[in-house]
């Protein structure tokens, strides 16, 4: 088994996927204005770092989990199964769960604002975001190898920390105002 994890992975990931999004960025501004390019591909960027943080290994690669000590179905335990700590910060996982959503949700907004179906195309988003923490959640779950529980309070938290990024973005649009590079 070849170890694959830990922070200087997801640190390498974030960097890579940042460096190839800039440059997607730089390519879509004439078309759809730099508030737009660079609103979308942070967004897309922020997805990739939820997902290296909350499915990379935290210590590497983890040994096998046996069978007969997989879990079988996520936790429903509000609180989740770790409160008093994770792995990055002393206590505070809920707050680190919920802090990780926001960026997603403020990019959604700024990016969604520039086209006139943006009333729209925000509540998908946040609704996708909220499928998006759920299916990160039902892989830890399946993949038990990644050394991480399946807790419903995680969706919560994340879902919660989107919202937040929603208001947040609704104040950044108001600022930016991407439509003003529609097309006419």
């Known amino acids: 088994m070849v170890p694959v994890g830990g922070v200087g992975v997801m640190l390498a990931g974030a960097v890579v996927s940042a460096l190839v999004l800039a440059l997607l960025a730089l390519g879509l501004q004439r078309r759809v204005g730099w508030v737009a390019a660079w609103a979308g591909c942070g967004l897309v960027w922020s997805l990739v770092v ?43 996982q809920r707050l680190l769960n919920t802090v990780l959503f926001v960026p997603s949700g403020a990019l959604l907004v700024v990016a969604a604002t520039r086209w006139r179906a943006g009333w729209v195309l925000v509540p998908l988003g946040l609704a996708g975001l909220a499928a998006y923490s759920a299916l990160i959640e039902l892989t830890q779950l399946e993949l038990a190898r990644l050394d991480r529980a399946c807790d419903v309070t995680d969706v919560v938290d994340n879902v919660t920390g989107a919202v937040l990024g929603v208001l947040v973005g609704l104040v950044v649009a108001l600022v930016l105002r991407p439509w003003r590079y529609r097309r006419r």
Do not use: H, K, Q
């Open 50 to 92: 939820v997902a290296l943080v909350t499915l990379v290994p935290a210590n590497g690669a983890p040994g096998i989990v046996p069978a007969e000590g997989r879990l079988e179905t996520c936790s429903w335990d509000i609180g989740g199964p770790a409160p008093d700590g994770f792995w990055i910060f002393e206590s505070g």
